[in-house]
């Protein structure tokens, strides 16, 4: 623990840090609000499922556009984009009731995409704000990792007590002003840059170095597992008879996560981070086999802490290697591309396995989970000459 009260005693990372928090849970929040307050309307299931798809798909597409903006531009990009995200989650509270579901849709995808990219702003200047302590560099990037997963479980829970107690739309307008308070308390932390980097042209594009794209081409199966977990979990406890304790397994494991990333960042490792990233992917589908097992919520909540202790550590380690192999100027917009991939396997995980579950019960998902992290793993392993080589050029 003292390595992380070193991380948070560290000025200005600690404050960023915290910034980042409060920036990143409508992230969070938005999924759960947007169905809620289409289906409490009087929308139908059909219209409140598009919608959050619109969300989440307009997340992974904005996200590399914004990063590319902000290494362009500077972070000052993070102010109006969290204007125009706050604007229309307002428009959304305004005319979603009533209007028709496409327009709902619609709105939702523009709110995603419009969502601020103050966590890939962060990650990308890691490097520069360490400069000072170095060695705080991989507990840093498995807090932020940790803070990612504390977002995703408090997130939901917030928005389930403000839709009980006042609505959702005061979930939906809170999560605006969390958009808007985040980026602006961030950026007054954050250290004037240096001189801005150059324009990105081509040969700074980060789709163009081969590290860059190993890691994005992983997290794509990485993110079919977990959206897999995601269906699977709720399944599997309105089969054993218990559908309410689906939330306390999903926040089982996300405990499991955030227990590994806090283990991760604490240890002091001998080994290159692109090793450390090779051995974590090969483990992480092992995690999942004893998931085939349990038939009793108390035992998939033990099984299924082992399937979240590597989630923080994979990406805290995928951070580390994007941040050091992205182009000069161009860090912001890598650090997006491979959540852009994670975003889009999470929902593929998700369809696949709900039309899995309906054919063949919650094992299958299991099964589709297993598979596509050990897709991964061989990707991983099949180009980790490319993470090496580019270590061994800096």
Do not use: K
Not at 154 to 170: D, K, N, Y
Not at 288 to 300: D, G, K, N, R
Not at 364 to 388: C, F
């Amino acid at each position: 623990m003292r390595t992380y009260l070193r991380v948070l005693g560290h000025r200005p990372l600690g404050a960023l840090l915290a910034a980042s928090l409060l920036a990143r849970l409508p992230q969070s929040m938005e999924g759960l609000a947007v169905i809620l307050f289409v289906t409490l309307g009087g929308g139908s299931y059909a219209t409140a499922g598009a919608a959050a798809g619109g969300l989440a798909l307009g997340m992974a597409a904005g996200g590399p556009a914004l990063g590319r903006i902000a290494d362009r531009r500077g972070p000052g990009i993070l102010v109006p984009t969290s204007f125009v995200h706050a604007g229309l989650l307002g428009l959304l509270v305004v005319v979603g009731v009533g209007a028709p579901g496409w327009l709902v849709v619609a709105v939702c995808a523009g709110i995603g995409a419009a969502f601020p990219p103050t966590h890939s702003v962060l990650r990308g200047r890691m490097p520069r704000v360490l400069t000072d302590s170095r060695d705080l560099l991989v507990p840093a990037y498995a807090l932020d990792s940790v803070i990612m997963d504390l977002t995703f479980v408090g997130g939901p829970l917030l928005t389930a007590l403000l839709v009980t107690v006042a609505g959702a739309p005061t979930a939906l307008v809170v999560a605006a002003a969390a958009t808007l308070a985040g980026p602006a308390v961030f950026l007054r932390h954050l250290p004037e840059p240096a001189p801005l980097p150059r324009p990105a042209g081509r040969s700074a594009t980060p789709l163009r170095s081969p590290a860059i794209v190993t890691v994005m081409v992983t997290m794509l199966p990485f993110g079919v597992a977990m959206g897999a977990l995601e269906v699977l979990l709720p399944a599997f406890s309105q089969a054993v008879g218990s559908p309410d304790l689906a939330g306390v397994l999903l926040g089982v494991w996300a405990a499991g996560s955030v227990l590994g990333g806090l283990l991760y960042g604490a240890r002091t490792w001998g080994v290159p981070v692109a090793t450390r990233h090779l051995h974590l992917s090969v483990v992480y589908p092992v995690c999942f086999l004893p998931l085939l097992v349990p038939s009793s919520p108390v035992a998939m909540a033990l099984l299924v802490l082992p399937a979240g202790l590597l989630i923080a550590p994979i990406f805290a380690s995928r951070n580390e290697l994007v941040g050091a192999h992205a182009p000069e100027g161009s860090e912001t917009e890598a650090l997006s591309w491979p959540i852009t991939t994670l975003l889009c396997g999470i929902a593929a995980g998700s369809a696949v396995a709900g039309v899995l579950i309906d054919e063949y019960g919650w094992r299958a998902a299991v099964i589709a989970s297993i598979v596509a992290a050990s897709a991964g793993a061989g990707v991983v392993g099949a180009r980790r000459g490319t993470l090496r080589r580019e270590v061994a050029a800096r």
